[in-house]
């Protein structure tokens, strides 16, 4: 009977450390199958930072191009007025001086008509530069902006859904 009972202390030692075994075994796949969600879901976090990351320095840069744009745009427009003012000036002068020596009241009224039409003239042609200017500059400033935003479409897309797959993926 003394056999008997090692034997049967014996085989339930062997038992107990089989089970022992194998719940090592299956925590250990356990565990390494959750380190690697966990670092799918770290390299998944970090992508989605670097996709942050380059959309701000992206965003810095546009706005930068835009500040430099609008000033440049804001330089143009102000020679385009100073021009017109300077050569307001001028002929204003000139004007005042012809209109000394005129010798009629016929020629005075053909001077000052043709400097009103000369200085209507130039008016147009600088209202319409000045609207050239800003229209282009408009465009050159919130093109880079559009460009971004499409482009950061998509790829606010794509991270959004690499996201929710890596969640998924780590709630399983």
């Known amino acids: 009977m003394t056999t008997q009972t090692k034997t049967t202390v014996k085989a339930a030692i062997q038992n107990a450390s089989g089970h022992v075994q194998s719940a090592v075994v299956n925590t250990e796949h356990s565990a390494i199958a959750a380190v690697d969600r966990v670092e799918d879901t770290m390299a998944s ?24 744009t609008t000033l440049s745009g804001v330089v143009a427009i102000n020679g385009s007025l100073m021009t017109y003012g300077r050569d307001l000036v001028a002929d204003t002068v000139e004007l005042g001086r012809k209109t000394i020596e005129t010798r009629s009241l016929t020629d005075a009224v053909a001077l000052h008509t043709a400097f009103a039409e000369r200085r209507l003239q130039a008016m147009f042609h600088t209202v319409a530069a000045v609207n050239t200017l800003a229209q282009n500059n408009v465009m050159a400033i919130f093109q880079p902006f559009a460009s971004m935003v499409t482009s950061a479409g998509g790829t606010a897309d794509a991270t959004v859904k690499n996201m929710q797959k890596t969640a998924f993926k780590t709630a399983a």
Do not use: Y
């Open 45 to 68: 976090m970090k992508s989605s930072f670097d996709g942050v990351k380059a959309f701000g320095s992206n965003l810095t840069d546009v706005v930068d191009n835009a500040g430099r």
